[in-house]
């Protein structure tokens, strides 16, 4: 039955708050702070981290606020009160025009930093675009997160100075940092999902492979990240690719309980920082 409280949000003024917990915030800001902090490890100026940042930002923007325009239905039927539209503390027409301003402001802000940068950008925001409008409910739900991760690196690269694309091994490391968060970020809410009817590839899996799955793919990244790179790997590479291990192991041997959520979240922080200190490096 929907809530009938969501019914007199039309009308209403717009409230920042709700707005701003309807993008998902939490990833949101996440993805613009590696992006930015990326751009910064490349040698990009105070200009070129702010013009990186805003663009991703808008993109976030777009694809946090149509995922929740979108699945508006469904969270009225499972009586979501922490969805501010379901729970009517805003107007669809609002978030629909917020999603799409994002939309359009993300377009020129991509663009500015080149148009082999900015295709690479807006390729990655349509991706998640698709992920909402459907594919978030097939086997395919984890290609759209594996394309937006994968093409970040390059969205960052491609606007330095000669339009160099990443080394293979940061695109695959991100590819699999990303492929590892949509198996862990549906951890929490899979019984949901699964009641709602969203069958995307973790769900099928089901809590225990999805859980492995996370944690293996996380710890994949961490190892490309580690030898990837020319050169050998010191001690410090070294002393990563074991944590790693002792994190990922428990997770597979123990599936069911919330072992392999905590591990992958630990272990794509670790992949994070990795990231970070490695920078484009050689290609």
Known sequence: MPNVNAVPAAGRAVRPLPLLRACHPAPAAAVTLFAT????????????CALTGAAVAAGQLSVGWSN??????????ARRRDKPLAAGELDPAVLRAAAGAALLVC?????AAGAAAGAAHLAGVA???????GLKRTVLSWAPYALAFGLLPAFVTLGLPGGPWPPPWLTAAAVLLGTGAHFANV???????LAAGVRGLPQRLGRAGAGAVAALLLGCASAVLV?????????AGRAVLVATVLLVLPAVLLPRTRWPFLAALAVAGIDVVLLLARGPGPG
């Open 127 to 133: 991706a998640g675009w698709a992920y909402n409008l």
């Open 37 to 48: 902090a990326f751009a910064a490890g490349c040698g990009r100026g105070p200009a070129g």
């Open 227 to 235: 030898a990837g790179p020319p050169g050998p790997v010191g001690g």
């Open 187 to 193: 951890l929490p809410d899979l019984a949901d999902d």
């Open 68 to 77: 929740d325009l979108i699945d508006h239905r469904r969270d009225l039927a």
């Open 107 to 111: 377009v020129p802000l991509s663009l």
